[in-house]
């Protein structure tokens, strides 16, 4: 985290951002593993903070994964 912390602002929604639009727009050998680390990178997130998240927080974490695996669920059956 302290890493993280470190990095410009918008280096981290930079960099998932490239990620999530690999994951759209490339090969599926190379989309499936993007997606890998977006709903890698925000389980890792979600999981620190979910103790001090409230319900809203949680549903919302819960939420972004969900897409997220969605997209790659998507992306791997040809429906995107």
């Not at 490239?18 to 890998?36: D, E, I, R, T």
């Amino acid at each position: 985290m302290v890493r993280l912390s470190a990095l410009p602002p918008l280096a981290l929604p930079a960099v998932m951002l490239a990620l999530m639009l690999v994951g759209m727009l490339s090969p599926l050998w190379l989309a499936l593993p993007a997606f890998a680390l977006v709903a890698a990178f925000v389980s890792w997130l979600a999981a620190l903070s979910w103790p001090v998240l409230d319900t809203r927080g949680k549903l919302l974490r819960g939420l972004v994964l969900g897409l997220v695996l969605g997209a790659a669920v998507g992306r791997a059956r040809g429906w995107l």
